[in-house]
């Protein structure tokens, strides 16, 4: 079923345009929004607090997963809340502009885009390229979803989902904060995204090396594998860029072409990632290890 549910889900994601109401996000933002109204989550909530608020809703999908059963009615379900935690149809369609400021030479659009899509050149020391940005987007929108479903079914899927809000949610949602206690909050929060991200990161990159230059990314991969404190944006950018080759060109750095090619290279890359997984899923489906 889990095999079933992924190619379902991924294949509805390309072919329908989703509404606000297909959208993890949307009820995300509810979710935590109640949850301050009624003063259970704050600025100042220790670890506790916010493991519970990621937990919750996984624990939820869970328990109705298991009530349904593995038959008709649970593929259904587990399809459905894969589908709605896939995917950012606001940052693909920011990024097919991009592309179409660059197909018009429009190089100065293509930087608002890219800041758009949260890529700051100044302001971005683990990923300093826009490409490789793009892979950490796409890691957190897609393969680790996929990793987290793969693990643990559809409430693995949603509770990679809430903490990513959570985090979001820590670093803008409370307006109000000093800096003091949203760096505090952002650090408790980030160390738990961290050890989510430990595993998936480091089975995502593995999957560059398989699909890209293995024996340059190699090298990075397993000098990364049991560092603790590297943190999972800055593994995935580096062995993403060693894993794929960037043809060097002669055209003028901020010519349309030479802006365009390094991000379109290396989202090829993830997605080409992305059709292994779900290769090494059908794999271990075949075999009965799913």
Sequence with gaps: MTLLSLLFALILERVTVKTEQWRAQYYSQIYLRWLVDKDWLAITSDRVVLILVMLVPALLVYFIGDWLGSGLLGLVFNTAILYI???????????KCFLQAANRGDVAACGLYAET?????????????????????????YAAIIVFFIAFGAA?????????????????????????????????????VHWL??????????????????????GIWFEKLFDLRVP???LLCQVSTAAEDIEPSNLPANSPEAVVL?????????????????????ILTVVGAL
């Design 117 to 141: 899509l949260g890529h700051d050149n100044d302001d971005d020391s683990e990923c300093g390229s826009f490409g490789q940005h793009l892979v950490w987007l796409n890691y957190t929108h």
């Design 197 to 218: 991200d430990f595993i998936p990161v480091r089975l995502t990159a593995l999957g560059f090396l398989l699909v890209g230059h293995f024996g340059r990314a190699g």
């Design 232 to 234: 999972a944006k800055s």
């Design 85 to 95: 935690c896939l995917g950012c149809p606001n940052l693909r369609a920011t990024y």
């Design 156 to 192: 693995g899927a949603v509770l990679y989902v809430v903490a990513s809000a959570l985090l979001s949610f820590v670093r803008t949602g409370f307006v109000s904060a000093s800096v003091e206690e949203t760096d505090k909050a952002l650090q408790a929060m980030g160390s738990i």
């Design 262 to 282: 390094e991000p379109k290279t290396l989202v090829k890359l993830a997605k080409r990632n992305i059709t292994f997984l779900v290769t090494v899923v059908s």
